[in-house]
């Protein structure tokens, strides 16, 4: 039992079942009972690490990306350096060590964190207390000032809530989230067809749609093309819109029912990268890969960059470096290593020349 659990209850009980869209919402960041909203999530004692966590080389490489990005979109001054969902601030914290490798660049940051959980803005305030460049927050993309902008989203898109429908008689039926006879909460679908969904499919089959994600890159690319720069997506996904749902809950390092927990868990689904990349083509944005992440690494240098740490590095830290580059840009097992399930996507205005990473 979770207060949140209880909450989601009652809202059940007075209003009828919800849908998982706003389920998920509730449980990621409901303003106090949400999992971002309670904790910092992330590291060896949370519930998962991330790549930034796992190597300061990865923050470097994207900064890196950002200054090529920046150099080919003309390199405006000022420029926005935009992070959407920073978590520890980690991967800010360097990109900003690398900005000066231009100095053009590292002056003509403006530095904007998106961010809605206030215990997260904290820890990413305490990271970037000694930044080079003065950081601004703002609790929705939309508040980002407007001008040419280099945008790095890494794991953030999989948070963002998701709509299924379910096929039942012929029809695609909304899935909701409802309440048993003795209170739990339980899996339901909506009484009214959904008109607008034309896909063809077996009874029983589900497609998942990330329409927050969707009306999100819909928005940022209107920008890109507009104002110009570029936005980089890292996340673990897939290439082709399929049907079938990937919705996860993990708790302590393991999977978990995403109906059991609510705010206890952390609860994401894959990131659609073909219907992403639909949603910024529509507003005429230029779209790079997806690629793999261990493509993306690989390309910009990420053996090289290993390489020239351990040079400086004792035994221990040798292998910490090698074992990091593994995890990152390696393709064995799925759970160990990085490199195959994230994918790397970047969308520029459709003057920009391609990018490194995406050759
Ligand atoms: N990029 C970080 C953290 C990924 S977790 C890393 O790689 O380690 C997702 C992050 O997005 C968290 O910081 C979370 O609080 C934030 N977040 C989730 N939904 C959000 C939303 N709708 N708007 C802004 N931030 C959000």
């Known amino acids: 039992m979770t207060a949140l659990r209880d909450e989601i209850a009652s809202i059940i009980a007075q209003h009828g079942p919800i849908t998982l869209e706003h389920y998920m919402s509730l449980c990621l960041s409901h303003p106090t009972l949400g999992y971002y909203m309670t904790r910092d999530p992330f590291g060896p004692s949370g519930d998962f690490i991330t790549a930034p966590d796992i190597s300061q080389m990865f923050g470097e490489l994207l900064g890196l990306w950002a200054i090529e990005a920046w150099r080919?979109?003309?390199?405006?001054?000022?420029?926005?350096?935009?992070?959407?969902?920073?978590?520890?601030?980690?991967?800010?914290?360097?990109?900003?060590?690398?900005?000066?490798?231009?100095?053009?660049?590292?002056?003509?940051?403006?530095?904007?964190?998106?961010?809605?959980?206030?215990?997260?803005?904290?820890?990413?305030?305490?990271?970037?207390?000694?930044?080079?460049?003065?950081?601004?927050?703002?609790?929705?993309?939309?508040?980002?000032?407007?001008?040419?902008?280099?945008?790095?989203?890494?794991?953030?898109?999989?948070?963002?809530?998701?709509?299924?429908?379910?096929?039942?008689?012929?029809?695609?039926?909304?899935?909701?989230?409802?309440?048993?006879?003795?209170?739990?909460?339980?899996?339901?679908?909506?009484?009214?067809?959904?008109?607008?969904?034309?896909?063809?499919?077996?009874?029983?089959?589900?497609?998942?749609?990330?329409?927050?994600?969707?009306?999100?890159?819909?928005?940022?690319?209107?920008?890109?093309?507009?104002?110009?720069?570029?936005?980089?997506?890292?996340?673990?996904?897939?290439?082709?819109?399929?049907?079938?749902?990937?919705?996860?809950?993990?708790?302590?390092?393991?999977?978990?029912?995403?109906?059991?927990?609510?705010?206890?868990?952390?609860i994401t689904a894959h990131v659609d990268f073909a219907a992403l990349a639909r949603a910024a083509k529509a507003q005429g944005a230029k779209v790079l890969g997806p690629v793999t992440q261990g493509h993306f690494l690989d390309q910009l240098g990420i053996a090289r960059r290993a390489e020239t740490l351990s040079r400086q590095a004792n035994p221990e830290q040798c292998s910490d470096i090698a074992a990091a580059l593994e995890r990152l840009a390696g393709s064995g097992d799925a759970k160990a290593h990085m490199g195959e399930v994230f994918k790397a996507m970047a969308i520029t205005h459709p003057d920009m020349p391609a990018l490194p990473g995406f050759l």
Do not use: C
Not at 97 to 111: L, T
Not at 129 to 134: C, D, F, G, H, W
Not at 190 to 210: C, F, T, Y
Not at 227 to 243: F, K, M, N, P
């Open 72 to 266: 080919a979109a003309g390199a405006p001054s000022p420029v926005r350096l935009v992070e959407l969902g920073p978590g520890r601030g980690t991967l800010m914290a360097d990109v900003l060590r690398v900005a000066p490798v231009s100095a053009p660049f590292a002056q003509a940051i403006d530095v904007h964190l998106v961010e809605t959980s206030p215990a997260l803005e904290s820890v990413q305030r305490r990271m970037l207390a000694n930044a080079s460049r003065p950081v601004t927050w703002s609790g929705d993309f939309k508040h980002v000032p407007h001008g040419p902008s280099i945008i790095l989203a890494n794991e953030f898109f999989d948070a963002l809530p998701v709509r299924h429908f379910v096929r039942i008689d012929g029809s695609w039926r909304e899935r909701l989230v409802g309440l048993s006879d003795d209170g739990a909460l339980v899996f339901g679908a909506a009484q009214h067809a959904e008109p607008n969904l034309r896909v063809d499919a077996p009874e029983g089959a589900i497609v998942e749609i990330g329409a927050v994600a969707l009306r999100l890159m819909t928005d940022i690319a209107r920008r890109i093309v507009k104002e110009r720069g570029a936005l980089l997506v890292v996340d673990y996904g897939y290439l082709e819109t399929s049907l079938g749902e990937t919705l996860q809950a993990v708790e302590g390092h393991a999977y978990a029912d995403p109906l059991a927990h609510p705010g206890e868990a952390d």
